[in-house]
């Protein structure tokens, strides 16, 4: 994992493992893979969200799109082959 960061949802303060950080030109937005650590099965569950900085802050937003989800899932593919 690359580091820690602290997020808060729904007032509530949670340490995440940031994976990565990138940009997909074609929508033009930041995003981050996350987890918390959670295990689905036998894996780590990986949150994504678009990364928006706002007044110094960084916001997450959920993603709508499958076309963006498809783009996604290729990265978290290309990231395990490397890994």
Known sequence: MANKTK???DGE???????????IPEYDKEY???TFGDKQKDNIKILASTLEKKDGNYI????AKEEEWTAIKEIIRDLAKKE
Do not use: G
């Open 32 to 34: 981050v893979l996350y």
């Open 7 to 9: 997020i808060i949802k």
């Open 13 to 23: 303060e949670k340490v995440a493992d940031i994976i990565a950080t990138f940009r």
């Open 60 to 63: 997450l937003n959920s993603i």
